[in-house]
């Protein structure tokens, strides 16, 4: 009998490997911060004992889910600029307002606040783009969040860096500060091809070719944009990419609203990755991305939430629900984006889409204990024919009772254990009024 911090039994396993496998009464075996086994009760009960048994039954125990693209600190921003075109929200409210008011502390205590939501919505892995993404990590790691994470570079000065070349410094840093840490991986992330030099977008692709990274960047997000990409570089942004040699298995396009066939196959060619952000481009009015149709390219397509001043949420259970919703009414077509599909986007897929496929989004052995455990007993969830309709269609934030990040309990019957979510709230809460008083200003 091998002896292991928890076994997890009793439950209904979704597995979200290849087959979608399911396994109705299941457990899984959690050793340090990998997965030991998955299998059903009684067979993992014959070879494990737990010093700690959760007792699952009557719950759905699953990957945890993947926020693909988000700006998590903008949890201070909330609300500040709703119903506006992209290019009025972002010019003449964020950009200000970030100006006046982001600093280390903001991006602490609103990374704190975010990973609280996430935490409690079922998200155990992010990715993230803003500024001072060092206490952006710090604050993760303490909530003990599994993210991928990048300073935002721009042509024109930010709160943390007054040059592209100190911008690129500072991203620099961060890969060799976090190379070695278990949760804490990092990103490079160029804002988009509008406000970035070509200048800077070359030295920032060499970056990321240096260290093996990520590079992600904000792409063909609305029409406008679309336009005066083409008529800065006389013809179509995502075949100037593949030309200046931008385009590889690390790139990463964050929502894609107006790619084309031509975009596609180039993309899907070189094994780029895209995450669809569908609430956001509502939202904002931008677009609807054609993720069926960059699936059926075979694009790895995974879901985030966007920040907060955008959505104005990170729960990804309904970003799920809107995915799927979204694309149907769109076409007219019932059948596009199933909830199959759109889980996946939120899991495994998702998880491949950020690099960390090998590690998370699936409950296998070997792979890293990042799961969690919705109680089934509520009046919304009842009954349950199909458990992946019901994730996507019926369930919510709300109903994740326990998770697991690398093996980590940090959330266990809706009470967190990394986070004093009360003094993230009152941190953030205090901040507010000082952006208040800068937009009144």
């Known amino acids: 009998m091998r002896e292991v911090d928890f076994v997890i039994s009793g439950g209904m396993i979704l597995v979200m490997d290849e087959n979608n496998t399911i396994i109705p009464n299941g457990a899984v075996a959690i050793d340090g911060p990998d997965i030991a086994a998955v299998g059903h009760t009684e067979n993992i009960a014959t070879v494990f004992r737990g010093r700690r048994v959760i007792d699952a039954r009557g719950s759905l125990v699953m990957p945890g889910l993947i926020n693909g693209h988000t700006h998590a600190a903008m949890t201070c ?61 710090r604050a993760a790691r303490e909530a003990g969040l599994r993210c991928l994470l990048g300073e935002v570079l721009f042509d024109f000065a930010s709160p943390n860096f007054k040059t592209p070349a100190e911008g690129l410094a500072y991203t620099e840093r961060l890969l060799q500060k976090w190379a070695d840490d278990p949760l804490v991986h990092i990103i490079v992330e160029p804002h988009a091809l509008y406000t970035c030099s070509p200048d800077l977008l070359r030295d920032a692709k060499q970056l990321a070719d240096r260290y093996g990274a990520p590079l992600g960047v904000h792409l063909l997000e609305n029409l406008a944009e679309k336009k005066q990409l083409e008529d800065r570089f006389g013809g179509k942004t995502v075949s100037y990419l593949n030309d200046i040699g931008y385009l590889n298995d690390r790139f990463i396009a964050f929502h894609g609203v107006y790619l084309d066939e031509e975009d596609m196959t180039i993309l899907a060619g070189q094994g780029c990755k895209v995450i669809h952000n569908p609430e956001s481009n509502m939202k904002l009015a931008s677009g609807v991305a054609p993720v ?18 955008s959505n104005n949420n990170l729960d990804m259970f309904q970003e799920m629900d809107t995915a799927a919703k979204l694309h149907k009414v769109h076409r007219l077509d019932p059948t596009v984006m199933n909830a199959e599909t759109v889980l996946r986007m939120a899991t495994c897929e998702g998880a491949k889409a950020l690099g960390m496929g090998h590690l998370v989004g699936c409950l296998k052995t070997g792979m890293k204990a990042d799961l969690i455990i919705l109680g089934l007993n509520k009046p919304h969830l009842t009954p349950l ?29 809706r009470q967190l254990l990394t986070i004093d979510e009360n003094e993230a709230m009152n941190r953030v809460r205090a901040l507010a009024i000082c952006v208040r008083e800068s937009l009144n200003g």
Not at 83 to 101: Q, R, S, V
Not at 103 to 131: H, K, N
Request: with cysteine; charged share 20%.
């Open 77 to 137: 921003f909330r609300g500040i600029a709703d119903d506006l075109t992209l290019m009025d929200w972002l010019n003449n409210y964020i950009f200000p307002a970030e100006a006046k008011n982001v600093s280390p502390e903001l991006v602490y205590w609103g990374t704190q606040l975010a990973c609280a939501e996430m935490i409690r919505s079922g998200t155990t892995t992010f990715c993230d783009m803003y500024i001072f993404e060092d206490d952006t990590a």
């Open 292 to 309: 069926p149709e960059m699936l059926k390219h075979g694009i790895t397509v995974g879901l985030g939430t966007d920040g907060c001043a």
């Open 385 to 413: 024919y199909h458990p992946c309709s019901h994730l996507v269609y019926a369930a919510n934030g709300a109903d994740v009772d326990t998770v697991f990040i690398n093996g980590r309990l940090v959330m266990e019957d």
